[in-house]
C-alpha cells in the first residue's frame, strides 16, 4: 500500500514579544535591605492587565582583586540564602550616588584589607532581571596587597584568601563556586587574564 502524502505545514510565524505597559503600582513592604513593590502591567496586544512584584534595592558591586602573583583575593563567609559558607569575591552595597569604582576600591579594603591599582569597571549584570530593579557593577583592581585593617560590617564573619587564577576556574568548573555574580565577574575578566597570560609567556 502506498504511504500518503502529507503536505508539510507552514511554520508558524512568531511575532516579537511586546513591551508590557505600567499602569500604577504601590509599595508593599520596606526592609532593612530592598523594598517591595507590586507594578500593573498591561499587555497591549492581548489586553491583559496583571500585578507583578518587583524588589527594589541598591546597586551592588563585586571586586576581581589580582595581585601580583597572579592570586585572586577571595572571601569565604556564611549565606543565610542557602544556609551554608560560600566562596566569593569581595563585594557589596553601594551608597547612593556612589561611584562604581570608588565603592569596589572601598569594598575590597573594609572586606579583605586589601588595596590596588588600575581599577576599573569590566562589565555590569542585573542579578535577577525578573524580579530585580538593581545592577551589579564588576571592577578590576590590580597590583593588589594587604596594607589596611579590617572593618566589616554588624553580622560579617569572613575568612579571606588568596588563590591563583587558573585554580579559581577549575574550582568553577567543579561547582564549588557557585556564586553568579561571581560567575559574571569571571566571565567578564576572562578577557583580561588571557591578555595577561600572553604577556607573561613573551
Known amino acids: 500500500m502506498p504511504a500518503r502524502k502529507t503536505t508539510p505545514r507552514k511554520p508558524r510565524k512568531i511575532s516579537a514579544p511586546s513591551r508590557w505597559q505600567q499602569r500604577g503600582g504601590g509599595l508593599v513592604a520596606r526592609t532593612r535591605i530592598f523594598d517591595l513593590r507590586t507594578i500593573r502591567y498591561h499587555h497591549p496586544v492581548r489586553k491583559t492587565t496583571r500585578d507583578f512584584y518587583v524588589m527594589d534595592t541598591p546597586d551592588w558591586v563585586n571586586v576581581i582583586a589580582l595581585t601580583p602573583g597572579n592570586q585572586l583575593v577571595l572571601v569565604k563567609q556564611f549565606r543565610f540564602g542557602i544556609d551554608d559558607f560560600a566562596l566569593e569575591i569581595p563585594g557589596g552595597v553601594m551608597e547612593p550616588g556612589e561611584d562604581p569604582v570608588a565603592a ?13 591599582k588600575r581599577a576599573r569597571v569590566i562589565g555590569v549584570a542585573h542579578p535577577n532581571p525578573a524580579i530585580m530593579s538593581n545592577r551589579c557593577h564588576l571592577v578590576l583592581v590590580e597590583q593588589c596587597q594587604k596594607t589596611a585593617g579590617l572593618k566589616w560590617d554588624t553580622d560579617e564573619e569572613i575568612e579571606h584568601l588568596a588563590m591563583p587564577v587558573e585554580k579559581v576556574y577549575r574550582q568553577i568548573y567543579a561547582g564549588k563556586i557557585t556564586h553568579a555574580l561571581v560567575l559574571d565577574a569571571m566571565l567578564y575578566f ?5 591578555k595577561l597570560k600572553r604577556r607573561h609567556a613573551r
Request: proline fraction near 6%; charge should be negative.
Open 104 to 116: 569596589g576600591l572601598r569594598e575590597l579594603r573594609e572586606e579583605t584589607g586589601y588595596e590596588g
Open 190 to 194: 576572562l578577557p583580561h587574564w588571557q
